[in-house]
């Protein structure tokens, strides 16, 4: 396999090796010759039908008769003086003119966490408070998946269908039927509980819902062997005695005699969802499956898994649909050995997979889990391994995962599909990972991942034990595949020393093979992690459930807080809003975005197209929280003063951190605090520089390749380092800029401030608006197509100002400081109050 092809980018380093030990032929504990009773195991009244394409291409249309209830009240601070209170200002074609304040106060109404009295207070919010997002009763409801495909109901929301949910009920009915402490936490509820939170909160009911189907047993062939499946399908006819003997013979691993046919239903749920996908009836989705699938190997089941549903998706869209370049990213928290040996030698397949690994001590105790194992063959570079040495990873361990590993390599890459294996269990309350990440993590993984492959993203269920946990990560990453701007991550974020360790560990072990990884940071390669075994046997915590029960309720007990906020969160009804000077024809919009070109302005716009009046007459106010993001055209002359007026009223509105990314020649205005209130990064300057900490100065990239180093090694990490509750991006004069930059820079900062972004563009410019238009809106912007190498001199610009912000800023750190250089910053240590 792994035909190569034109557009891979293939690795520096690698080509045939024979020297590589071949891979072994059963990971697991081999195969078993058990019967093969069924003739074939095809159950051909079972087989759901497809049928997305029902209920697509309604776009979304705005009911002018949903009315937001009331705002509660709030008292804003006393505004701050306009800074030129006599300059005239106004939109073109005869509008009114009158002081500028051209910063709608609508979006920055409920400012994200804990700014909004309501929430610091921790009371409950009134009902008012709660738009609909899964509140409203309209949205309640939704007929069961599965047996019958259903006419889907609207919703006020989204109406485009864009995200598949695949799902059928009978793959609840495989259950252990005897007692074992290891396997009993892969349980029936951990789908329908998962369903039932997507219900509650109307996210079932946005998606496109599709029944699953069974593969067929030519489809479970392309990844397993013949006598695999067999053995499989023979479980069929046994008994609970040899159903658990049989089960035996693997590593936690039980059968059910409907495990062939649940097992069957998730790889063709996966592979349902590809289809629908590759073939544009959805942009993305998720498959709810069960069993698991990411440790499962080609002669053997493992850790629940039985087929392996995304390697046989992955094969499967190379071969149905043609693809040559599939990323693969396990966020689950155990180590996907399954996936790892199937594609091993192969270059079409990129597997990245972070996992708890604590040095090898813990399951399924590979040596090959570790950093070092970096693929065979001509798969040499395509096999990613960030394994963790400690427990208690956080948000900001997996931001800076995805940001300084994962998504250099995935845009070298440049992927025409994303899976996830996406395991939950890797979420805070988990027993089995013990990790910290909170479920809107997984809103942010997401959302990074949907710039690739042209926002294709295909998300499989795998592992995910604590119930409540789960059914709320489930959710994040549902809410971010529907394009909904994600809940900011709350708490510090602050890479651990240990995560950073690994971070440096598989950078290094893959610099030879990416360009994107060369020259950035030329620490020595580390040895193999210390302490690392040949499978070492395990010291085993006490595993009983009682123990995990514990473990578990604790920590929820700590989340509740937070749990409960993230239910509360009103999501505003307007995504984007639009506030133009000037008609263009040129321009085109995605169905949904409010757009406002001066006259005849619509209520929820008002503050945009006429925002002196709206601040005269107070109405400000009343738009408060309609809006999300918005995108305002000024004339190229008055683009600066509009980002100065833009800031005072961000602030004026309450904001605490105000994120501006300036982009292209932009003056800083004159009179800027650097009291920590506003972080201003200017991407266009003459020089690297950082002349505070708040205020950055990077030249404009030459390259993509620059580009993207400069947006995931510097603009993110400062971004969610800051945690601005509003980012503004200011496009100013950059030659050389493409649309498609504006656009992913802009889409990937709906990430830090909740989705909080205002864009100043220039008028006239329809393209670039319309591409910022479409990234806000949580459209995938469009591909950056090759990446060229980043210049030696924007890497070096690069290299230095991360130097310099790292002890500050240490979102941005790519590998362990030393103890000193840490030490010494931490008195200063910029740290958010949230
Ligand atoms: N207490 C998935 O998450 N348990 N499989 C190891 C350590 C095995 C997990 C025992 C867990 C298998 C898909
Ligand atoms: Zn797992």
């Not at 399954?338 to 079409?348: K, L, R, V």
């Not at 075994?533 to 915590?541: G, I, L, N, Q, V």
Request: hydrophobic share 40%; with cysteine; aromatic share 6%.
């Amino acid at each position: 396999m792994g035909s190569p092809h034109a557009r891979r980018p293939s690795p520096l380093v690698g080509g045939p090796e024979g020297s590589d030990a071949p891979k072994s032929q059963a990971r697991g504990r081999g195969e078993t010759s058990a019967g093969a009773k069924g003739a074939s195991g095809a159950e051909p009244g079972r087989t759901a039908c497809s049928g997305f394409g029902a209920g697509l291409g309604a776009g979304r249309v705005l009911d002018p008769g949903h009315r937001e209830p009331e705002a509660p009240p709030w008292e804003p601070p006393p505004p701050v003086p306009a800074p030129f209170p006599s300059l005239l200002w106004g939109p073109r074609g005869g509008g009114a003119v009158g002081r500028l304040g051209p910063l709608s106060a609508a979006w920055v109404l409920c400012p994200p966490s804990g700014l909004c009295p309501q929430r610091v207070s921790g009371v409950a919010l009134s009902p008012g408070h709660q738009c609909g997002n899964g509140q409203c009763s309209h949205l309640r409801g939704g007929g069961r998946l599965g047996s019958v495909p259903r006419r889907v109901a609207p919703s006020d929301h989204n109406r485009a269908m864009g995200t598949a949910l695949v799902y059928h009920e009978d793959m609840t009915v495989a259950r252990l039927l005897w007692d074992d402490p290891e396997c009993e936490m892969e349980c029936p509820e951990r789908l329908t509980v998962a369903l039932e939170q997507l219900r509650r909160r109307g996210l079932e009911q946005r998606c496109l819902r599709l029944a699953a189907r069974e593969a067929s047993e030519a489809e479970l062939g392309l990844v397993h062997s013949p006598e695999y499946v067999a053995m499989v399908r023979g479980t069929q006819g046994l008994g609970k005695g040899e159903l658990q003997a049989l089960s035996g013979q693997y590593d936690t691993v039980y059968f059910h005699p409907s495990t062939f046919h649940c097992a069957r239903l998730a790889a063709g749920a996966t592979l349902q969802l590809v289809d629908a996908v590759l073939t544009g009836a959805a942009h993305n989705g998720l498959a709810l499956v069960r069993p698991p699938g990411h440790h499962s190997q080609r002669t053997a089941a493992n850790g629940f898994c039985v087929f392996n549903n995304v390697a046989i998706a992955a094969e499967y869209a190379k071969q149905k649909h043609g693809l040559h370049r599939i990323l693969i990213v396990d966020w689950d928290v155990h180590h996907g050995q399954g996936t790892q040996y199937i594609f091993e030698d192969d270059p079409s397949v990129l597997y990245f997979s972070w996992h708890r690994y604590e040095h090898g001590r813990f399951w399924p105790y590979l040596r090959e889990s570790d950093a070092d194992e970096v693929g065979r063959g001509h798969g040499r570079g395509f096999t990613v391994n960030l394994p963790w040495n400690q427990v208690g990873m956080g948000n900001a361990d997996y931001v800076a995962a995805f940001l300084h590993v994962l998504l250099p390599l995935a845009f070298e890459f440049d992927p025409e599909l994303v899976l996830i294996s996406a395991g939950f269990d890797s979420v805070i309350g988990d027993p089995e990972g013990q990790m910290r990440v909170t479920p809107e993590c997984f809103a942010h993984l997401t959302q990074l991942l949907l710039v690739l492959a042209r926002g294709r993203v295909c998300a499989v269920l795998e592992g995910g034990y604590h119930l409540e946990l789960l059914a709320e990560s489930v959710c994040m990453t549902v809410q971010a595949l529907l394009g909904d701007p994600a809940p900011p991550l709350l708490g510090a974020m602050v890479p651990c020393g240990s995560a950073l360790e690994s971070i440096q560990r598989v950078r290094a072990a893959h610099a030879p093979h990416w360009t994107s990884l060369q020259h950035q940071d030329m620490a020595p390669v580390l040895s193999p992690s210390i302490g690392s075994p040949e499978a070492r046997p395990p010291p085993r915590p006490p595993a009983g459930a009682e123990y995990m029960v514990a473990a578990a309720t604790e920590a929820v007990e700590a989340l509740r807080a937070l749990l409960d906020q993230l239910r509360l969160r009103p999501l505003p009804p307007v995504r984007t809003a639009i506030a133009l000077t000037s008609t263009d024809v040129a321009l085109v919009l995605p169905p949904g975005v409010l757009h406002q070109e001066g006259s005849a302005p619509r209520e929820e716009t008002e503050a945009w197209a006429r925002p002196h009046e709206a601040l005269v007459r107070d109405e400000a106010l009343t738009a408060l929280g309609k809006v999300s993001s918005g995108i305002a055209a000024t004339p190229a002359l008055a683009t600066a003063a509009t980002l100065d007026v833009a800031i005072r009223r961000g602030l004026y509105l309450g904001a605490q951190r105000l994120l501006c990314v300036a982009v292209g020649q932009l003056q800083r205005p004159p009179h800027l605090s650097d009291d920590g209130r506003i972080l201003w990064l200017d991407i266009g300057g003459p020089e690297a520089a950082a002349l505070s900490m708040f205020h950055v100065s990077v030249p404009l990239p030459g390259a993509t390749g620059g580009l993207l180093n400069c947006v995931l090694g510097l603009v993110l990490p400062l971004a969610y380092g800051f945690q601005p509750d509003v980012v503004l991006v200011a496009l100013g004069p950059a030659p050389g800029l493409h649309d498609s930059h504006s656009a992913l820079l802009a889409s990937m900062l709906r990430g830090p401030a909740g989705g909080r972004v205002l864009a100043l563009v220039q008028e006239s410019k329809p393209q670039l608006t319309g591409a910022l238009a479409r990234a806000l809106h949580g459209e995938a912007p469009p591909s950056l197509g090759p990446c060229s190498a980043a210049s030696p001199k924007d890497t070096q610009a690069l290299k230095h100002l991360r130097e310099q912000l790292e002890p500050k800023w240490r979102m941005l750190q790519v590998a362990v400081t030393s103890p000193g250089s840490l030490q010494s910053a931490e008195g200063e240590l910029f740290a958010p109050q949230n």
